[in-house]
């Protein structure tokens, strides 16, 4: 554990969640023990709930992470976080923290929907109400609304450069958080915009990276057996696999911390770890998530355990990914796709399909409907990514709206047709400009595979599924 008195606050972190807690909270503290570098204490944020801020307050930041499965170490407490805030609640302290001249790092794990991107133009979404009010210059609510107004007020007090640090789950993260930051402040009057852009371009980086462990939502039976173990209640107690990983392009404006001394590999390929990362790991979480759901399994490692979802994630990975990607250097693809189907395994981790399964219209464009295109371009047929979509199709028009944990849902709902059957839904889903572009959504073998594999898992099940693996 760190010297609480040596840390100083030389990061902001907007989103609390569980995996920020097991993943940047822990390499940070790693490199700060590590290197003797104690000036990356971290400034937490929350986002929309103030759960996280509210339970790491009387616990000064501390909390405990539980490795589960095997080569799980011993449980562990985290001691990089020195202080949590509520942004909902808070939201100038947010912005005077950015602009703090000890700062010099402000990451982000905010999830795909946090950004605020206009699916349509995959710019920011200046019609979002909460951006639209950032705008007018209520104290920030959106996370870009955040970064924006924390820059501004730094370049104003003159607080130096900064580097933004994007640790989501998307392609090109840096690159797309630098056009969202760049669009909130082009969308201000023009006496602030120019100003700020000009500030931007010459003090502010946003290099891209890769994160990689997972972490499900804690339960009140795993803060039960932390204390057991502990001998204390800890709240904010996080539960992740072993596997940890981050790789980062080396484009920082300032100082940053010494990640590489706890084991982040500094690259200058990460788009290619990204899209490997998502093509191949999370694009068969989802498959498995809404193929699960389909199948009553209530966690991850219960659906890998089914031989046919296991067969059409193997099929997935090799058949219709991997053809769609140039591999990192180091990565090697074959015992990627192996591993990641062990770490999918693993009993001790209770991740759930519901969990996984969240967030659709934000997640499968990105890891399914990227193969899908990459396979249609080249002539060939996406088969099981499309079995993939077919899934999550079906996850939708089966789940009453109140209980779909989607930001779409509504959206996805009025599109479906009152009759749910493979031919009435899925051109109805294809229809939803937020996730299916136009030529996507009139290629007709695609719509023809969607709709097999749909009426497959409809009427046939698992079965079905079987059969067309076994013999497919
Ligand atoms: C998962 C990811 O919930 C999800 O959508 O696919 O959170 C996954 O566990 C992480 O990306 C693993 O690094």
Same mark, same amino acid.
């Given at each position: ?17 569980? !995996? ?5 909270? &822990? ?6 023990? +590590? ?46 976080? &020195? ?17 703090? #001249? /000890? ?34 210059? $209520?104290?920030? $609510? ?10 501004? $007020?730094?370049?104003?007090?003159? +607080? ?26 082009? /969308?201000? *009057? *023009?006496? #602030? ?6 500030? %931007? ?19 009140? @039976? ?14 904010? /107690?996080?539960?992740?696999? *072993? ?16 990640? #590489?001394?706890?084991?982040? =590999? ?16 999370? /694009? ?10 389909? +199948? ?11 031989? &046919? ?23 090697? @693809? ?52 499309? =079995? ?19 930001? %779409? ?26 996730? !299916? ?26 079965? @079905? ?8």
């Amino acid at each position: 554990m760190l010297q609480r008195g040596t840390l100083r606050p030389g990061i902001v972190h907007l989103g609390l969640g569980a !995996f920020a807690r097991a993943h940047t909270a &822990v390499i940070t503290e790693n490199a700060m023990l +590590a290197s003797g570098d104690f000036d990356w204490g971290i400034t937490g944020v929350t986002q929309r709930s103030d759960t996280v801020a509210r339970q790491l307050a009387p616990q000064d930041g501390l909390f405990t992470v539980t490795e589960r499965g095997n080569g799980a170490a011993p449980l562990r407490v985290v001691s990089s976080i &020195v202080e949590a805030i509520s942004g909902r609640d808070n939201p100038a302290s947010v912005v005077d923290r950015i602009a703090a #001249e /000890a700062t010099s790092v402000l990451t982000l794990t905010i999830t795909e929907k946090g950004y605020r991107i206009d699916p349509r133009t995959g710019t920011l979404n200046v019609a979002d109400d909460q951006v639209r009010a950032d705008l007018a210059g $209520q104290a920030p $609510q959106s996370a870009i609304g955040q970064i924006a107004r924390g820059l501004q $007020q730094r370049s104003r007090a003159d +607080a130096g450069p900064l580097t933004v640090v994007s640790c989501d789950n998307l392609p090109g993260n840096g690159e797309l958080t630098r056009k969202l930051v760049h669009a909130f402040a082009a /969308a201000l *009057p *023009p006496g #602030e915009a120019e100003p700020l852009l000009a500030w %931007l371009d010459a003090h502010v980086t946003f290099p891209n990276t890769m994160v990689d462990r997972m972490v499900p939502a804690t339960t009140a @039976g795993d803060l039960d057996a932390v204390e057991r173990e502990l001998g204390l209640r800890d709240e904010a /107690a996080v539960v992740a696999e *072993p596997f940890l990983q981050w790789v980062i392009e080396d484009n920082f404006a300032a100082r940053r911390p010494r990640w #590489e001394d706890a084991g982040a =590999l500094f690259s200058s390929d990460v788009a290619a770890w990204e899209a490997a990362k998502l093509r191949l790991l999370n /694009a068969s979480h989802s498959m498995l998530a809404y193929l699960g759901l389909a +199948a009553g399994k209530t966690t991850i490692s219960d659906a890998v355990g089914e031989d &046919v979802f296991l067969s059409a994630c193997r099929r997935m990975m090799a058949e219709d990914a991997l053809p769609t990607i140039s591999l990192p250097q180091g990565l090697a @693809g074959e015992a990627y796709c192996a591993q990641v189907l062990g770490r999918f395994a693993n009993p001790a981790l209770g991740h759930t399909t519901a969990k996984v399964g969240s967030d659709g219209s934000q997640k499968i464009g990105l890891r399914l409907l990227s193969t899908v295109r990459g396979n249609l371009d080249a002539g060939r047929e996406p088969r099981w990514a499309a =079995l993939a979509v077919a899934a999550w199709m079906r996850h939708v028009a089966t789940t009453p709206e109140g209980q779909l944990d989607d930001p %779409l849902a509504a959206e996805l709902h009025a599109a479906l047709p009152s009759s749910r059957t493979a031919s009435t839904v899925v051109p109805a889903l294809l229809g939803c400009r937020s996730i !299916f572009d136009g030529e996507l959504a009139a290629h007709g073998g695609f719509s023809e595979l969607l709709t097999h594999w749909y009426r497959t898992i409809d009427i046939h099940g698992l079965d @079905g599924l079987r059969n067309e693996i076994n013999h497919g």
